[in-house]
């Protein structure tokens, strides 16, 4: 059964970045929901926890030799965990409001989860591996067809390849209102910039009230 780990030590407060406040403030006047998604072993449960302010909320278990032939490792370095249900972090964006960063698990097979953790999301950052962008495809057909604002985050890896952006638009069928960051998912400065580069996103697309 999935559990929660909290053994791991919170992000150092690194300077310009966000210390850990344990609680929520009390000026905090609102919440949304954002969404990290993208296929399996993409990097969604590090950038979560590069993100949170708060110790993240993980549900990871061992793969084991009965996932052996279903999840490719191929690439995924010293991977030996997967996401079962979900990852939970929270930014304190500004004295007033708060994001919710819930990551979902990659594999098909926990797919009904997918459909709940993503019902209420102000938006999603769908995450994408570029040595295997085909695997990306259902989940970007998803968030369209559920009308989500989502921006496409690059992760990369050492050997991921650089396309222009128009190849790369169009290879992932991307609308021209979508943008693509780039991060190292496990850099808490570069998942900061992609934050808010994808915030600044949705307020430009007046989904997202920012006050303060
Ligand atoms: N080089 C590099 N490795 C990364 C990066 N992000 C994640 N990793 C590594 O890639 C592996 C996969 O990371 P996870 O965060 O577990 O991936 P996930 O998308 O949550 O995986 P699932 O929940 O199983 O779908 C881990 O071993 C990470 O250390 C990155 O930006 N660069
Ligand atoms: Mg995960």
């Not at 780990?5 to 344990?22: D, F, H, M, V, W």
């Not at 695997?135 to 390849?161: C, H, K, M, W, Y």
Request: proline content about 8%; hydrophobic content about 40%.
């Amino acid at each position: 059964m999935a559990s929660a780990n909290s053994a791991e030590a919170a992000p150092e407060a690194t300077s310009g970045l966000p210390a850990e406040p344990r609680y929520l403030p009390s000026s905090v006047q609102g919440a949304v929901k954002i969404l990290v998604t993208g296929p399996f072993g993409v990097g969604k449960t590090t950038l979560v926890g590069s993100l949170s302010e708060i110790t993240p909320l993980r549900t990871e278990e061992t793969m084991t030799a009965a996932s052996s032939g279903i999840d490719d490792l191929t690439g995924r370095g010293d991977k030996t965990t997967t996401t079962v249900a979900l990852d939970f972090g929270r930014i304190t964006l500004n004295p007033r409001l708060a994001l919710y960063l819930f990551g979902t698990p990659g594999q098909q097979r926990f797919r009904p989860l997918w459909d709940d953790l993503s019902r209420g999301a102000l938006g999603a950052i769908a995450m994408v591996d570029l040595r295997r962008p085909d695997e990306s495809f259902d989940v970007l057909g998803r968030l369209e067809e559920q009308r989500i604002p989502f921006a496409v985050a690059v992760n990369t890896f050492p050997d991921t390849p650089s396309y222009p952006e128009d190849e790369l638009r169009s290879a992932l069928d991307l609308l021209p209102e979508v943008p693509i960051l780039h991060c190292d998912a496990r850099d808490r400065r570069q998942s900061y910039d992609l934050l808010i580069d994808f915030v600044d996103h949705l307020h430009r697309s007046s989904l997202l009230e920012l006050q303060g």
